[in-house]
């Protein structure tokens, strides 16, 4: 769980501006973008919250000044030139219109009717100057990439050509989105050792990918919700991915990243702000032992065997690393750890796992069952190892380590204190949690996350909610992790790159930071999902956007961009513009971008969002799709094309970026050590 944004990008009224404004409405836990068409009510869902507005991006001249608080139906002036941000305060659920006024730079804010006719939404494809894509072969300079006499291949068409005078001469393919790639006949040899700044990783969310027995039933009394099932468990585990290897190798990729597979919560929460849907752990942020497999992901011999295929493969694993909290308190795991909080006057189900609410009620009901004054919730994690808001705890406080993010318990990972792990933990069936002498919150959590390394040959984390930790934490975790690889490799006769770390700092961008000094590697780029837009409606518009990242990275050497189009908390690319040639456009401009990427699963063959009631990050997390339209399976041809060339040619991610200059066509080449490539757009 992290703090997610809800951005909305809005286009200005006149064309020849082709200026891009985002609107962004901030809690701690929701992210999402939407396009504004100057005088056209853009309708929202917003849920009861606090939010920030924050308006960026508008162009021109005005001699606005932002008033103190947002106010119904009246003209809200924006700034030109800087951020505008403002407080909303939504007080009822419903939906609610933003209009901007691009004659006087202003947005009117309103509370919509109650019935409201709903209709698919669309993103308008932008509105961008561009390349026309020519019919007849171009001539195209190629700098001094090649010597004359080097023969070349597009690795769309094929087609063989041949460097003369420092240019050749091929033929624009519209199938490739105006895209062509030049790479030598005669390859240079690639090394084994990955360049991480070139990594392609494919991120899967092990319950929605694919379910290898799909007759089993759930563990832990775990339920269908007999309706659309928004947030329950769908079957998806490590074997499945496993038996998918090959599809996930042909895309391309050098790295998976799975989201955490360790034991969840047992029971549910209650969905959206109107608790709608019972919401499992299903994604793996709502941890109760970090030292032993979710049930329902498989168990260590399904762990032993993927990182082992993966690695034959020539596939590297990340596990997701959450230090920064455990789950919530459910029903199930009280009555299952024998916790004492439970209202006695409550007539409940002997089988607690199986309460569902009446009529009267709705998922957020549960609540009504526990007594959250009880002193007996001393006996829970404990208020040594956690701050949250029950009696004798500390409180949650208001800074960026000791806030309670969507109120999950935040481990106490400051402490210098020696803890003992709650008795239920200790007797959790199948745990390695052992009780220590003189061991701090932040050396077991520490210790469990490592002892994974230590037992399969992890390759990496990708690390949660980074700013929410102290960095030594973050600092001992790598090293510790390091070693304990070391130690794999020796008991195991292997040998290999050394431990990687990739962090998620909520709202970092392609620019080297302190985070790097904390043992960081890598750090995700929110920064670039916005920029595809354009990109996908015009390759070229990625020019300053690849220049600033190819320099960043040169100048840094420490220092890699991971960069993304779509993930589980901010929305689906695809879901934009349910659009094949904008997908595959938009994949042209992640893959071949300077720095690491990450494919979320389904990217590849345009997943679309599933049912989320009022909680819309539920539908992001829809599941995988492996019956394949013709549609789908153009994409995801033209992925695995992309995915393969970058990975034959660590210059994509990894080496310097030069522009070439020519008049008909964007033209650059990547270049590492012998490694050399060239891209060429000629328009749409």
């Known amino acids: 769980m992290r703090q997610k944004t809800l951005l909305a990008c809005m286009l200005l009224a006149s064309p020849a501006l082709f200026a891009s404004p985002y609107l962004t409405v901030s809690t701690s836990t929701t992210s999402r973008d939407y396009p504004i068409v ?106 001094d990439s090649y010597p004359d006499g080097t023969q070349l291949r597009d690795v769309f068409t094929n087609d063989i050509v041949t460097v003369k005078s420092g240019k050749v001469t091929v033929k624009p393919n519209q199938a490739s989105g105006g895209l062509t790639l030049l790479e030598p006949v005669e390859a240079t040899p690639k090394s084994n050792a990955l360049n991480y700044r070139n990594a392609n990783i494919y991120f899967v969310m092990v319950d929605r990918f694919n379910n290898s027995n799909p007759g089993a039933p759930q563990p832990y009394g775990r339920q269908s919700d007999g309706k659309d099932n928004i947030g329950t468990f769908h079957g998806g585990d490590l074997n499945g991915i496993t038996e998918k290897l090959d599809y996930i190798k042909a895309l391309g990729t050098s790295v998976i990243w799975l989201s955490p597979i360790v034991e969840q919560v047992h029971g549910f929460v209650g969905g959206g702000d109107s608790g709608s849907f019972p919401f499992y752990g299903y994604h793996g942020y709502w941890t109760r032992d970090f030292t032993k497999i979710d049930e329902s992901f498989g168990n260590d011999e399904d762990l032993k065997r993927l990182v082992d295929e993966a690695h034959k493969r020539g596939i590297k694993v990340l596990l997701d690393a959450v230090v920064n909290h455990p789950g919530y308190s459910t029903l199930a795991d009280i009555q299952f750890d024998e916790l004492n909080v439970l209202k006695p006057e409550h007539q409940l189900p002997e089988n607690i796992a199986a309460w569902q609410p009446k009529s009267s009620e709705n998922w957020h009901s549960y609540h009504s069952n526990i007594d959250y004054q009880s002193d007996e919730w001393t006996h829970w994690w404990g208020p040594d190892w956690v701050r949250t808001g029950l009696p004798g705890y500390e409180q949650p406080g208001s800074s960026a380590i000791t806030l309670s993010l969507a109120g999950l318990p935040d481990f106490r990972t400051e402490s210098t204190k020696a803890v003992t792990p709650p008795k239920w933990l200790l007797e959790n069936p199948g745990t390695r949690v052992k009780a220590r002498e003189n061991q701090t919150v932040a050396d077991y959590l520490i210790e469990w996350q490592t002892d994974w390394v230590k037992r399969f040959g992890i390759d990496g984390y990708r690390v949660d909610t980074v700013k929410h930790v ?69 390759f070229s518009q990625m020019a300053e956007t690849y220049q600033n990242y190819a320099n960043s990275i040169q100048e840094s050497k420490d220092f890699n961009p991971v960069s993304y189009m779509s993930s589980h908390d901010t929305e689906l690319f695809f879901s934009r513009f349910k659009d094949y040639t904008m997908q595959q456009n938009a994949a042209n401009a992640l893959l071949l971008s300077p720095g690491a990427v990450q494919v979320y699963y389904g990217d590849e063959i345009g997943r679309n969002i599933g049912p989320y009631a009022d909680d819309f990050h539920q539908g992001t997390r829809s599941d995988m799709v492996w019956e394949l339209s013709k549609d789908k399976q153009a994409l995801l041809k033209h992925w695995q094309t992309l995915g393969q060339f970058r990975d034959r040619h660590p210059a994509v991610g990894a080496g310097e970026h030069k522009v070439i200059d020519n008049d008909n066509a964007y033209v650059f080449s990547r270049e590492l050590d012998q490694d050399k490539v060239v891209v060429a757009y000629f328009g749409k």
């Open 38 to 143: 100057a005088d056209e009510p853009l309708v929202i869902p917003l849920t009861k919250d606090k939010y920030q507005l924050k308006i960026s991006g508008i162009d021109g001249d005005c001699t606005n000044e932002l008033p103190n608080k947002v106010k119904f139906n009246t003209p809200i002036p924006l700034l030109c030139g800087s951020d505008s941000v403002l407080p909303l305060n939504i007080r009822f659920t419903g939906d609610y219109s933003f209009t901007y006024s691009a004659e006087d730079h202003s947005l009117v804010f309103k509370r919509q009717p109650k019935k409201v006719a709903k209709k698919e939404f669309k993103r308008p494809i932008p509105n961008v100057q561009c390349e026309t894509l020519p019919s007849e072969p171009q001539v195209i300079a190629v700098g």
């Open 470 to 538: 102290e960095g030594e934490v973050w600092q001992r975790l790598k090293a510790e992790a390091t070693t304990s690889l070391e130690q794999w490799r020796e008991e195991n006769g292997k040998q290999g790159q050394p431990f990687w770390m990739m962090g998620e700092v909520w709202g970092h961008s392609a620019h080297r930071t302190p985070y790097f000094d904390d043992g960081f590697d890598a750090l995700i780029n929110f920064d670039m999902q916005k920029k595809l837009d354009k990109g996908a409606a015009c």
